[in-house]
C-alpha cells in the first residue's frame, strides 16, 4: 500500500487549484460528518450494560480505526474511583441545592468541554466510543447521584449536552432485573424503567433493546442496530 500510495501522489497534480478545493472539501466534510460513531448504554441496574459493553466492543473493533470505552462522562478532572461498582447507590443523602446546582453545571462543562476535547477528535479518527450511563442517567434516578437540587434545571442542563448517535436501553421486565440485582427496591426498579422508556422515547436515535434474552441474543441485536445506523448514515452520505 505505501509504494502503490506514492505512486498514484505522483501522478496527480497536488498543487493545481482543482485538487487543492478537493483536498479542502474532504476535510471539511470529514470535520461536519465525522466517520467514528457515539454509543450511549443506558438502563436500570441488572439490564447487563457491562456485560453487553464487553462482548460488543471487541464484536463491532473491525469495523472502526479504533475504539473507546467512558464510564458515565468523558472525565475532565475525574476523580479517583470513579467508574467503580455501586453497591448501595441511595444509601448517601442527597446534596444541599447550593451544592447540587453547583454539581450539574460541572457536568455540564465536563460533557461539553470533554466532548470537544476528548470525544470529538476520536470520532474525527473512526473511533468507536462507547458510554456506560450517561448525563441522563440522573433525570431517571437523581439519587443515584446525590442530586438535591430542582429537577427543571438538571433538564434544561441536559439539553445543552452533546448527545449520542445511538442511545440504546437495554430494557427487561422489573421480575428479571430484580432477579439480577437487588441494589433498590422493586417498585424502585419499576419506577426506573418506566422512567427510561420515557426518556428513551424523547431521544433522536433511540432504541429499546430486550435485555430479558440471553446475553447472545442482546449482543447480537445490539451489533445489528449499530451496524444498519452505519449502514443507513453510509446511505444518507453518499447516496447509495
Not at 431521544?203 to 446475553?215: E, H, P, Q
Request: hydrophobic content about 40%; some cysteine.
Amino acid at each position: 500500500l505505501p509504494i502503490l500510495r506514492k505512486s498514484l501522489h505522483s501522478k496527480i497534480p497536488s498543487n493545481s487549484l482543482g485538487s487543492l478545493g478537493r483536498e479542502f472539501v474532504r476535510i471539511l466534510k470529514r470535520v461536519l460528518l465525522p466517520t467514528g460513531l457515539h454509543v450511549a448504554f443506558v438502563g436500570p441496574d441488572g439490564s447487563g450494560k457491562s456485560s453487553v459493553i464487553d462482548r460488543v466492543i471487541p464484536d463491532l473493533a473491525p469495523a472502526f480505526r479504533k475504539t473507546h470505552f467512558f464510564h458515565l462522562r468523558p472525565g475532565l478532572g475525574i476523580k479517583k474511583g470513579d467508574g467503580k461498582p455501586v453497591v448501595d447507590p441511595h444509601r448517601l443523602r442527597p446534596r444541599s441545592v447550593i451544592s447540587s446546582v453547583a454539581k450539574v453545571f460541572y457536568l455540564w462543562f465536563d460533557y461539553f468541554v470533554g466532548w470537544w476535547l476528548i470525544v470529538w477528535p476520536k470520532l474525527l479518527c473512526s473511533t468507536l466510543v462507547v458510554f456506560d450511563r450517561y448525563y441522563h442517567d440522573l433525570l431517571v434516578d437523581p439519587k443515584r447521584y446525590r442530586y438535591g437540587g430542582p429537577m427543571w434545571l438538571a433538564r434544561w442542563v441536559g439539553k445543552l449536552i452533546p448527545k449520542p448517535d445511538i442511545w440504546i436501553l437495554l430494557d427487561a421486565p422489573p421480575e428479571v432485573l430484580q432477579l439480577r440485582k437487588q441494589e433498590v427496591p422493586f417498585e424502585e426498579t419499576a419506577r426506573q424503567r418506566k422512567e427510561y422508556l420515557k426518556l428513551i422515547k424523547e431521544m433522536k436515535n433511540g432504541v429499546v433493546v430486550d435485555a430479558s434474552k440471553s446475553l447472545d441474543e442482546v449482543v447480537n441485536d445490539v451489533n445489528e442496530v449499530i451496524l444498519n445506523f452505519m449502514a443507513q448514515r453510509i446511505e444518507k452520505r453518499h447516496g447509495r
